[in-house]
């Protein structure tokens, strides 16, 4: 198993929008192996190619025993809400309550080019949307609004301080 270094906020591949995948070849494939063995180290419920630092669109996922991967994906449908805490391996020690669809339908694609699909509900519906955001550039504190989005980048600011005695 290969344990990639996880990229962290202020790396600017968290905030570019990744490129589609084009090639289906065996570099693609490794991508995914990584993706989806990092993915199930414990404290994930996903892992989006950026953050380990390749700008291709594809996430790996493992939420109440759901495991797998999507290349190119593309949220399709949503419906409901779902409140409660959210954190990102890119953010470490930041969490915070933030709203999402209750269900998630996602399409894209698997290492072959071949289409999938994945339907998701409550932290799977979550974890979809989140992975999907970091294709995209957008981290989970970007839909933080109001004082709690203060509170967040206060948190974050303070963190960034050196400690001095």
Same mark, same amino acid.
Request: aromatic letters at 4%; glycine letters at 10%.
């Given at each position: ?109 698997? &290492? ?30 970007? !839909?933080?609004?109001?004082?709690? &989005? !203060? ?5 974050? !600011?303070?963190?960034? !301080?050196?400690?001095?005695?």
């Amino acid at each position: 198993m290969t344990i990639r270094e996880l990229r962290l906020l202020g790396d600017p591949v968290l905030r570019t929008e990744c490129d589609p995948v084009t090639r289906f070849d065996d570099a693609l494939g490794r991508v995914v192996d990584d993706l989806l063995e990092n993915v199930l180290l414990p404290g994930r419920a996903g892992l989006a190619a950026p953050q380990i630092g390749v700008s291709l669109a594809a996430f790996s996922y493992n939420v109440d025993g759901q495991f797998g991967y999507v290349i190119n994906p593309v949220v399709t449908e949503t419906s409901g809400e779902y409140d409660g805490p959210e954190g990102c391996l890119s953010i470490p020690g930041i969490t915070a309550d933030t709203l999402r669809a209750a269900r998630t339908v996602v399409t894209g694609v698997d &290492r072959h080019g071949d289409p999938v699909t994945v339907v998701g509900e409550g932290e799977l519906s979550r974890a979809l949307q989140h992975e999907t955001d970091h294709l995209r550039g957008i981290l989970f504190i970007d !839909r933080l609004t109001g004082e709690l &989005r !203060r509170e967040v980048l206060a948190q974050l !600011r303070r963190a960034a !301080r050196p400690v001095t005695g």
